[in-house]
């Protein structure tokens, strides 16, 4: 591979990176205001396979169950002020946790 393609094979993973990165600012925000709206609380795991920068989670009590985030360190500051969640994880995936989002507005009119 040449310089040339090098170089825009490079501009191309920076682009694709910034993406990803903006995806989840948008999502931790939402995550942040979600946690103000309901119990919640936080506080740090370490996950097998995952980096450390990424050890920071949140926990939020829905009246539906309990939901939660992981948030890299650069996310950090949006959970300021809320305290250490001392609940145990009661074993949601991703799948039970849109379950529980979703069981928030249906029936409500909302859908």
């Given at each position: 591979?040449d310089s040339?393609?090098?170089d825009?094979q ?12 903006g995806?989840?600012?948008e999502?931790?925000h ?10 919640s609380?936080?506080?740090?795991t370490?996950?097998?396979g ?7 989670c949140v926990y939020?009590?829905l ?21 250490t ?27």
């Open positions: 591979m040339a393609s090098r825009r490079q501009l191309e993973i920076e682009r694709l990176t910034a993406r990803k990165d995806a989840y600012d999502r931790m939402l995550v942040a205001a979600l946690s103000r709206l309901f119990p609380g936080i506080r740090d370490t996950t097998p995952w980096t450390p920068a990424w050890k920071g939020i009590d009246p539906t169950g309990q939901i939660s985030y992981h948030y890299h360190t650069r996310h950090q500051s949006l959970f300021e002020g809320l305290p969640y001392e609940k145990e994880w009661d074993g949601h995936d991703k799948e039970a946790v849109h379950a529980r989002l979703a069981a928030m507005w249906k029936g409500s009119g909302a859908e």
